[in-house]
């Protein structure tokens, strides 16, 4: 009987154990998968502090097969000259995870080339198409003007128009800023001088700063007022967010 007994509290602490042990991997899986704004700011206490701390763990959390973080760490190599091939590597990872950053990082690199990684347009294409199917705004725009002129591809105005109208939806000025003049100029789409306006507007709405000069010149005969404040915002925001778009 006593044996019996010996046995059942045995059999009653081994399930104990397994069970704690199944707690304590479940912790510890959490806490090595953390949320990609957690990934993303130690990716960036990495790059502006130069924080050894938060480069290990970007490293362990790529290591451990983790798209953002490898995605953060290929953009942080990519500066480095003795990284980049690495750089390339993390990055396409991340992309075939479905990492659509990661993916317009990768055409970035191969389309415009770096020292280490020669340009290469064509091969820069498909990745730029998989972030632009992902709802990448810039990429999509890239896509457009690679079409529009040649650059790795065929010159294709009605593609450019294409990948131009889903970078537009996707609310990039640039992009809405091309469109309008390909539907005032008719390439690629039908002349159409009023969705050619209505774009024009859009993308001023959006403090394009071209599109804002653009805007001033069009509406001066009409509203000199309206084009003198116009003309004004585009030297304040060419001057100031020359980098945002």
Request: glycine share 6%.
């Amino acid at each position: 009987m006593a044996a019996k007994r010996n046995k059942s509290a045995a059999a009653r602490m081994a399930a104990v154990a397994v069970a704690l042990a199944a707690i304590v991997a479940a912790c510890q899986q959490h806490q090595a998968t953390p949320a990609a704004a957690e990934i993303e700011s130690t990716a960036m206490r990495a790059a502006q502090q130069g924080d050894p701390g938060a480069l290990r763990s970007l490293q362990q959390w790529a290591a451990y097969g983790m798209p953002v973080a490898q995605r953060e760490l290929g953009l942080l190599y990519r500066s480095r000259s003795s990284f980049r091939a690495e750089a390339l590597r993390l990055l396409e990872h991340s992309a075939r995870s479905g990492d659509a950053e990661a993916a317009y990082a990768l055409g970035e690199m191969l389309r415009a080339g770096t020292p280490g990684v020669a340009a290469a347009p064509s091969a820069a294409w498909p990745w730029y198409k998989m972030a632009a199917d992902k709802k990448h705004a810039r990429a999509a725009l890239v896509l457009g003007q690679m079409t529009a002129n040649g650059d790795g591809v065929p010159r294709d105005a009605a593609a450019a128009a294409h990948w131009l109208e889903l970078a537009s939806e996707l609310g990039n000025p640039h992009a809405m800023f091309l469109l309008s003049n390909a539907y005032r100029e008719g390439v690629g789409v039908t002349r159409n001088a009023e969705r050619a306006r209505v774009l024009l507007e859009e993308s001023a709405e959006h403090e394009y700063p071209p599109a804002l000069q653009e805007l001033a010149m069009a509406v001066q005969g009409e509203d000199a007022l309206r084009s003198s404040h116009l003309m004004k915002e585009a030297t304040e925001h060419r001057r100031n967010n020359w980098n945002r778009f």
